[in-house]
């Protein structure tokens, strides 16, 4: 039953019967994060997301499992043919069929009161999507495009029955598709159009995040486990916590380590973990000649040096991170995308720690002790535990004989250094759901704009070897041939360092003793990732 | 008295204007909004389109005198986060702050002036002195320390009342509020608390200080010898008199509590307009934060003109002035 | 003509003549000035540097009071998450805070009194000009200002003291320039004006010290002020680095841990920062109370 705070009803038992009314099965939820909008294309924020994914459902799952599509495949270098699933009713009681695929894809692309969606990259090289019957369709590419599918994760499905579909409905790069009429901005804000497949409708959503959802009854699977969901969010992980314990939420997302002590030895509440697919690591610049923000008494950028590279990443103690201020809820990285990922060469050991081979290799490299000083520059408020774990890397350092300098910023402020190239080495996490090769394929990457690789590389780092695995990757329909190149790729990448791989975060969710919680890698909160007890 | 409103609204327009400025190119110098709406996987293209559509491709000015503009035809402009009009953003925050700034308010007359009016008649009585050190620890202690003190007790340790949220919330006027359900009243408890407590001992030292005064002139000491009973003169003397310093700093602490509210309204995650400025500032939403700080110093104006004409309304010299 | 140096009693007598009789502002007195001595003499008392990344170790992170650290020395107070002892960072943050805030007091002040005497000088557009800009900030909340101003020039020890100044000055040169110019109606000023002796001479001779004693008396109220906003901005995460904790952010770093029941972190350093706060404030009613003629005469009575 439902999780009433008991002493609170009793301070104040004469009106515990205005209490708000409380239904069999609700889950209450609370984000770290607020959800911003309930159009599904408009942002990629991952707590966004999070409620979307109740309300809408793509042709594929984030973990591969098949949703809209019951299979699909390239029948030529350039076409993705996907079967889709029959007997799908939209929340309004309408029939999704392979219209809806390209309406939804129109939609994306469309300008919505004349704003671009922030979602558009899986529509990119699309040139067209055509229906070959009700529930067969076809994406056709530009030119070889293999991670399409991985793209189409984020392509949300809406009835095309909420808009008028005029005489033809083409695709188009516009979004105007020949459509006369979307539903504007206004009306999509009332939810009268937050009208997906999903497990759960749309019952009510505040913009301060706050949202109220209710069972789809007429789901085509498994229907979901709860009659409510009331999701809030609240910012400050110890507000949260208190929240829960104060019998507010039943199921907290990203309660800090510190506060998981506080569950322990207390029967009514519990958590749950799941090794997610962010990876915290360090940029390193290797490629300036003076590189921002770091010094040798020499002049020259010592980050050019393998050995000091290495001596770098040698010096820190993974282990230690991971017990003492990570609570255990980390692992310890073998690579720059987590090695239990799809695709990821699991076999590649763990970052080693050894401080004095470090001091070793940086008198080789021809630097003595306090030669060599680094700004150690990182977002607040951003990694879990992660000024913390700054902290410690700069103690790691500067026992190696570096001058470290810690420079923790607001992420806003962080932001624009890097994009503007002023720091030289950094903090940084990168999940990606789309497999281990989408981080290494921006930040290491030679810039080449063609296959969209080496858009975030800040380390300035370039390998023919490392890009020939690349640029192979990118085109590979195969996915058996696609992984070896990557972990061909990553391997280059872990010998060279042009970045240094510290962890991989681990989410956790706090809820109370009756439900059950199972996590999910890709740090999203899912209702039905709770089932009662 | 016109000339002084018209001076008035001259200054405040001038500090208006002097706020966008600062705020607006101030920001722009922190952090690039393109930047933080954007993901890691955005290419170059993105990233101009993006700003093409925020209008940020533009020159600084440009950008400075388009949004003035709009303002001035009471268009705020629209968040870059929540893509909304910032306008309704911030009206539909704005009662979860009046609520408990209001109710801390209430709280502290209610409790201060009576706590400080004993205390300044029974100057040299033991409860009079623990009374008064009391309200000086509590207004020595921050803010966020009382917040975090409250927390630790109420919610965790007693688990009486809720530590974060809004609660249920209740429509009237077709405005959303929580103090019109039991759940929304609990929820608003702790940080009402939090932003009386500093309230309640500021309004006891200064009904103290002012009873003493009061006490001590002419005519008070004139109606006592006169036999007019205790009660009477406290009723008829004292509270008219004490108000008027009272009502003055009451009124100026409103826009005080409210710009306050937002260290309160983070910690207890409490969904009002200081929580959004808080969070509009770390995401470089510009029109939200700029908008926030005008409609603020405008609101400020308001208040500052209210308390003069209550200031007239209990001063008789002021009152019978023509 | 030769009165004006009246209100100037030595230092020792007027502190005498405020403080006797008044047990709890000697008690207050003697806890600032403890604090004030823990605060300067920090760097050698403190039995480790907690700014120094290089003395600290993760391994040491965490442990309740009284427990031993790696290299054999005792934390009596406990460590935080990274190992800093908590009495080491209680004295350098106590440190950190009284810089601040008396850095931002006193220079916040000066700027107040030379603007404010500059505008009873000067009158015309001077004053204009700088009574504008009092009002300016008079009106609006100074949280929200200083919120602003670090949210646009980013965080730090010099940022944060900016923005404590900006929240300083205004009320000083209001006061000042009203006391100057009732000092100004006096016949010596007009004597000496006559003598063509220049304004700044006037104004540091004359005005300065005879309208600088309401100032004084603010002082103690604008540095418990400056502590408590230093340390709620630094709570809030836009105040000083985290490598350099002050009491607030000490608090705030301790928060994250409070639930879990490892108290040591936050209860210490807030202890701390409020008996500091409260000693000031206790001092600084009881100067204010001598000084106001009103309740001085009720005294006597």
């Not at chain 1, 997302?253 to 002590?261: A, I, R, S």
């Not at chain 2, 005080?256 to 509009?280: C, H, N, Q, R």
């Amino acid at each position: 039953m439902k999780h009433i705070n008991f002493k609170t009803v009793c301070f104040v038992g004469l009106f515990a019967s205005m209490m708000g009314s409380v239904y069999a099965d609700t889950l209450r939820m609370a984000y770290s994060v607020a959800p911003k909008t309930i159009d599904p294309y408009k942002s990629s924020a991952s707590a966004t997301a999070s409620l979307n994914e109740h309300l809408y459902e793509a042709l594929v799952s984030r973990t591969n499992e098949k949703l809209l599509a019951t299979s699909y495949g390239w029948t030529d270098d350039t076409t993705l043919v996907v079967n889709l699933r029959k007997g799908v009713k939209f929340h309004n009681g309408a029939d999704f069929t392979a219209e809806d695929v390209i309406y939804s894809s129109c939609r994306m692309m469309y300008r919505v009161g004349g704003k671009k969606n922030m979602l558009t990259s899986a529509m990119g090289p699309v040139t067209d999507v055509v229906a070959i019957d009700d529930y067969t369709v076809a994406f056709k590419t530009v030119g070889l495009y293999p991670i399409l599918i991985q793209k189409l994760k984020s392509l949300s499905i809406l009835d095309s029955g909420d808009a008028d579909l005029g005489p033809t409905l083409k695709f188009d790069n516009t979004g105007d598709c020949g459509i006369t009429r979307y539903p504007t901005k206004d009306e999509f804000a009332t939810g009268k159009y937050a009208n997906g497949t999903g497990k759960y409708k749309y019952e009510s959503f505040e913009n301060t995040g706050d949202a109220v959802l209710v069972r789809n009854d007429n789901y085509w699977g498994e229907p979901g486990n709860w009659d409510r969901v009331e999701m809030t969010s609240v910012a400050n992980s110890g507000a949260r916590m208190a929240g829960l314990l104060a019998g507010d939420y039943d199921l907290i997302e990203n309660p800090t380590g510190e506060d998981l002590l506080a569950l322990e030895g207390n029967s009514a509440y519990s958590y749950s973990t799941m090794p997610s697919w962010r990876t915290i690591f360090l940029i390193l610049d290797v490629g300036s000649d003076v590189a921002p923000g770091v010094r040798a008494t020499d002049g020259s950028n010592p980050l050019k040096d393998i050995r000091v590279r290495q001596a770098l990443s040698l010096s820190i103690d993974r282990d230690a991170i991971v017990d003492k201020l990570m609570g255990g809820n980390a692992t310890v990285a073998s690579q720059f995308a987590p090695s239990y990922q799809d695709g990821a060469d699991s076999s590649m050991p763990d970052m080693a720690y050894d401080a004095d081979k470090a001091r070793q290799l940086l008198a080789e490299a021809g630097y003595e002790p306090h030669h060599i000083s680094i700004d150690l520059r990182m977002p607040t408020a951003k990694y879990q535990n992660g000024t913390r774990v700054g902290q410690a890397i700069a103690q790691y350092w500067s026992r190696i004989g570096i001058n470290v300098t810690l420079v923790a910023e607001p992420w806003s402020v962080f932001r624009k250094g890097r994009s503007a190239r002023e720091l030289g080495v950094f903090m940084y996490g990168w999940g990606h759901p789309q497999g281990p090769a989408q981080m290494i394929s921006y930040a290491f990457g030679t810039r080449n704009k063609a296959l969209n690789l080496g858009g975030s590389n800040y380390s300035n780092y370039t390998d023919p070897d490392y890009d020939a695995a690349m640029a192979a990757w990118a085109v590979e329909t195969d996915e058996a041939k696609a992984f070896e190149y990557n972990q061909a790729a990553m391997r280059i990448a872990v010998r060279d360092l042009p970045g240094i791989p510290l962890y991989y975060q681990h989410s956790i969710w706090a809820h109370t003793s009756d439900i059950s919680v199972i996590g999910r890698p890709d740090e999203r909160t899912f209702a039905d990732m709770a089932t009662k007890n | 008295m016109i000339k002084y409103i018209l001076k008035r609204l001259w200054h405040s327009g001038i500090l208006a204007i002097v706020m966008s400025l600062i705020v607006f190119f101030g920001l722009y110098v922190v952090g690039d909004p393109v930047e933080m709406l954007s993901d890691d996987e955005f290419t170059e293209q993105d990233k101009i389109e993006l700003a093409i559509e925020l209008g940020l491709d533009k020159p600084l000015y440009e950008q400075y005198f388009t949004y003035t503009g709009g303002m001035l035809q009471g268009d705020f402009g629209t968040s870059f986060v929540y893509n909304r009009p910032v306008l309704d953003l911030i009206m539909e925050r704005l009662p979860a702050t009046l609520e408990i700034s209001l109710l801390a308010m209430v709280i502290g007359l209610g409790i201060g002036i009576p706590l400080g009016i004993f205390s300044g008649i029974k100057n040299n009585s033991r409860a009079s002195k623990i009374i008064s050190f009391f309200t000086t620890v509590g207004y020595s202690t921050p803010n966020f320390w009382q917040a975090i003190i409250l927390i630790m007790v109420f919610a965790v340790f007693l688990q009486w009342l809720p530590a974060s949220g809004r609660g249920l919330t209740n429509s009237m006027f077709g405005i959303e509020w929580a103090w019109l359900s039991l759940n929304g009243l609990q929820h608003m408890a702790l940080p009402a608390i939090n932003l009386a407590i500093y309230k309640i001992c500021m309004q006891q030292r200064l009904a103290k200080s002012g009873t003493q005064e009061i006490l001590y002139q002419e005519y008070m000491t004139f109606a006592r010898a006169k036999g007019i009973t205790r009660n009477r003169i406290i009723r008829r003397h004292l509270l008219r008199n004490i108000l008027i310093p009272i009502v003055t700093i009451t009124g100026l602490e409103v826009g005080g509590l409210i710009a306050f509210s937002t260290v309160t309204e983070t910690i207890f995650s409490w969904p009002g307009i200081g929580k959004l400025l808080l969070d509009s500032i770390h995401m470089i939403d510009r029109p939200v934060v700029v908008a926030y700080l005008i409609l603020i110093t405008l609101m400020f104006v308001f208040i500052n003109f209210v308390v003069d004409v209550m200031y007239a309304f209990l001063d008789p010299r002021i009152r019978h002035q023509k | 003509m030769i009165d004006y140096k009246k209100k100037l009693a030595p230092l020792s007598l007027q502190t005498k003549s405020i403080f006797s009789g008044h047990p709890i502002a000697i008690a207050g007195l003697i806890g600032f000035v403890m604090f004030v001595l823990i605060a300067l003499l920090a760097p050698w008392i403190a039995p480790q540097n907690p700014y120094d990344l290089m003395v600290l170790d993760i391994m040491d992170g965490l442990l309740p009071p009284l427990s031993k650290l790696g290299n054999g020395t005792t934390s009596w107070l406990g460590t935080d998450a990274v190992g800093r002892d908590i009495l080491s960072a209680v004295m350098y943050g106590l440190r950190l805070s009284l810089f601040v805030a008396f850095i931002a007091t006193t220079v916040g002040s000066l700027i107040g009194v030379f603007l404010g005497l500059l505008a009873a000088v000067k009158g015309g557009w001077v004053e204009s000009v700088i009574m504008r800009a009092v009002d300016l900030k008079v009106s609006f909340p100074g949280i929200l200002l200083a919120l602003m101003m670090l949210a646009i020039f980013g965080t730090g020890v010099d940022k944060i003291i900016y923005a404590l100044i900006i929240g300083v000055w205004a009320s000083k040169a209001r006061l000042t320039r009203s006391s100057a110019l009732s000092e100004m109606q006096k016949e010596y000023i007009d004597a000496a004006r006559i003598s063509a002796i220049p304004n700044w001479r006037i104004m540091l001779k004359f005005l300065l010290p005879n309208s600088i004693a309401p100032v004084l008396v603010m002082i103690p109220m604008s540095l418990s002020g400056c502590i408590g906003a230093e340390a709620t901005l630094s709570f809030l995460g836009v105040g000083v680095p985290i490598t350099e904790p002050s009491l607030g952010l000490l608090i705030a770093n301790g928060n994250d841990y409070l639930l879990s029941g490892k108290w040591w972190i936050s209860i210490f350093p807030g202890v701390v920062l409020v008996s500091l706060v409260l000693c000031i404030n206790v001092v600084a009613d009881r100067i204010r109370e001598h000084n106001n003629p009103f309740l001085k005469s009720m005294n006597m009575q």
